[in-house]
């Protein structure tokens, strides 16, 4: 088991559960006067998601050896940082240029997967 991984992973979980709740309720209007309402709640969804993925990648690393299980946890982690965070910079700051930075997250994010399946796959 990936201890760093799993713990990585249960942050970003946790925070875009409580990011969403601000966006929901905190910054709800602001986030609709900007009309970001979507965006935001995608940053957060994508979040979730790569939490997720590096919980899975934590648990699984005890059973699947190969080192693209580790570079797929290497990827969930800097795609999700990217992802989201270039559409949480969209929403904070009203700069639409970070929706250039998220395509780079969000391919970072399908290597990860890539790779996942990969190294288990692999003997």
Known sequence: MNKLFIQIGAILAGLSVALGAFGAHAFKASLEAIGRVDTFETAARYQMYGGLALLVVGILSDK????FIQYAGYAFVIGTLIFSGA???????GVTMWGAVAPIGGTSLMIGWLLLVLGISKK
């Open 64 to 67: 699947f050896k190969h080192q």
């Open 87 to 93: 559409l949480y910079m969209i929403c904070a700051t």
